[in-house]
C-alpha cells in the first residue's frame, strides 16, 4: 500500500510528565527557554517526572479501525491527546493527514454556555468547515444525537451521556479522515452506543481511519480489525485484533495471581472453598485456545470442611463484552457425602461454544438463593475459541456441560 494511504504516522514518540505541579510549571519554563535559542528538548528525567510514551512507532492507513488498549496508565490517552495536537511530544515526530475528528475527553470542545445548536458549528469550524459546509447536513447531526428539543438549550443543562451523543455526531456525520475516540462510548446509554458502533463500521467503510480506545475489549473486537496493546507508555503488542486482545486478557488474568490464588471468600463459616481452577487437557492455569470442534473440560478442585444438603456449584460463561452468555447451578448433595477434597470437571461437548473470547466465573454456594455465596472466583479462566462458521446455528443457552465430581483426598 502507497504511503499516501498512510493517514497517521508516529515515529519514537516519547512525553514525559511531572507529578508535581508546582515543579511542572518550572520545567515548562526552563524547556521553553531551550526551545527558544534553539536546544532540543531532553528525555532525561528530572525529580518527579516519568515517561508516560517510550519511543513509540506506529502507523495507520485509511480505512483501518485500530484498538488502543491497555491498563489505567498505560498512556492511551495521552497518545490520543499527542495525535489531536493538545499536547506536544518531547521526543520523536507525529504526522497527521486529512480532517482529524476527537471524542477524547468529555465535553471537550465544547462551550458550556452555548446551545447545542451553537456548538455544533463551533465544533465543525474546528474541523475546518465553514458554516456554509455544515448546513446541509445540520438536520442529520441533530437526528442521529436524537437531541431535537434539546437543541436549543445551553450545553451546561446536558448530561454526560448527551454531550456524549452531540459530540459524536457531529463527528459522524462530518466525516473526517481519522476519528480519534477515547472511553467516551462508555457513558452513552446502550441503544446509542449501538448506533454509534454502526457508524463507526460505516465510516470505515467510506475510508475514515479511526484511533478507538476502550477498556471493553469485547467492543475493541466488535469493530477493529488490528489492536495495539500499551503498557507503561510502551507497546507490547500490535496485530490482529483477535490475537493482541487474547494475549492482552491472558496477562491479566495471570497479574491477578491466575485462577484460585483470587476470590472473594464470602462466608468463612461455611467451610467451603475453590482452591483452583483449570482448563483441560493441559490443565492450563490461564485457559485454552480451542478450535471450533473441540469440547472444553473445566476442573474446578473444592475444598470441603463441611457438609451440608445445600452445596451448589455455580458456573457463568460472559463474553469479553461482559455479556452473560450461560449460566447454571448445580447441586452437589448427592455427589459430596463427607469433608475432603473434590475435583468437579464441567464438560462442554463439542462445537457448543461459539468463536471469540469467553470468560467463565465459578462459586461455591449455600442454597438456591444467589447472593449466598460462601466463595466465588470472578473471571476465573479464559477461553478462546479459534475460527468456525459465526452464522452457524449454534448458541451459548444450549450447553448442555456434563458434570462428574471426584474425591482427591
Known amino acids: 500500500m502507497s504511503d499516501d494511504q498512510v493517514l497517521i504516522s508516529v515515529e519514537g514518540v516519547s512525553k514525559k ?66 495525535l489531536n495536537g493538545l499536547i506536544r511530544p518531547d521526543a520523536g515526530h507525529i504526522r497527521m493527514r486529512g480532517r482529524v475528528g476527537a471524542l477524547i475527553e468529555l465535553g471537550a470542545g465544547f462551550s458550556p454556555i452555548l446551545t447545542g445548536r451553537e456548538n455544533i458549528y463551533v465544533n465543525a ?75 463507526i463500521r460505516s465510516l470505515i467503510e467510506g475510508g475514515t481511519s479511526i484511533f478507538f480506545v476502550s477498556h471493553d475489549t469485547g467492543q475493541v473486537l466488535n469493530v477493529c480489525n488490528r489492536a495495539i496493546w500499551l503498557d507503561r507508555g510502551v507497546v507490547v503488542s500490535d496485530g490482529a485484533a483477535t490475537e493482541v486482545v487474547r494475549e492482552y486478557e491472558r496477562s491479566q488474568l495471570s497479574a491477578r495471581g ?4 483470587v476470590g472473594l471468600l464470602l462466608d468463612p463459616e461455611a467451610g467451603l472453598a475453590i482452591s483452583r481452577i483449570r482448563v483441560a487437557p493441559d490443565e492450563d492455569p490461564m485457559g485454552a485456545t480451542l478450535a471450533p470442534g473441540d ?36 447441586s452437589l448433595q448427592d455427589a459430596i457425602g463427607s469433608p475432603g477434597s473434590y475435583v468437579l470437571r464441567l464438560r462442554v461437548p463439542p462445537g457448543r461454544l461459539m468463536p471469540g473470547t469467553h470468560l467463565i466465573s465459578c462459586g461455591l454456594a449455600l442454597g438456591s438463593d444467589f447472593g449466598e455465596y460462601a466463595h466465588y472466583i470472578h473471571e476465573s479462566a479464559l477461553v478462546s475459541v479459534e475460527g468456525g462458521d459465526p452464522t452457524a446455528k449454534v448458541g451459548y443457552f444450549e450447553l448442555n456441560p456434563e458434570i462428574h465430581v471426584e474425591r482427591t483426598g
Open 17 to 82: 510528565f511531572c507529578r508535581s505541579l508546582r515543579r511542572s510549571l518550572w520545567f515548562g519554563v526552563t524547556d521553553l527557554a531551550r526551545e527558544v535559542v534553539g536546544m532540543r528538548r531532553s528525555l532525561s528525567l528530572r525529580s518527579g517526572e516519568f515517561l508516560a510514551l517510550q519511543d513509540v512507532s506506529l502507523a495507520v492507513r485509511r480505512g483501518e479501525c485500530v484498538g488502543l488498549i491497555g491498563a489505567n496508565g498505560a498512556g492511551k490517552s495521552t497518545l490520543l491527546k499527542l
Open 125 to 199: 469550524a474546528v474541523l475546518g468547515l465553514s458554516k456554509r459546509e455544515v448546513e446541509p447536513v445540520f438536520d442529520e447531526i441533530v437526528e442521529f444525537s436524537q437531541l431535537g428539543e434539546f437543541i436549543d438549550a445551553p450545553l451546561q443543562s446536558y448530561s454526560s451521556g448527551m454531550r456524549v451523543r452531540l459530540g459524536f455526531s457531529v463527528a459522524a456525520q462530518l466525516r473526517p479522515d481519522v476519528l480519534l475516540v477515547d472511553e467516551v462510548l462508555a457513558v452513552g446509554d446502550l441503544a446509542f452506543r449501538l448506533k454509534a458502533l454502526n457508524r
Open 258 to 261: 491466575g485462577p484460585g490464588e
Open 295 to 330: 469440547p472444553l473440560e473445566l476442573l474446578a478442585y473444592l475444598e470441603i470442611a463441611k457438609v451440608t444438603k445445600d452445596i451448589v456449584f455455580t458456573f457463568g460463561f460472559r463474553s469479553a463484552s461482559q455479556e452473560l452468555l450461560y449460566g447454571e447451578r448445580v
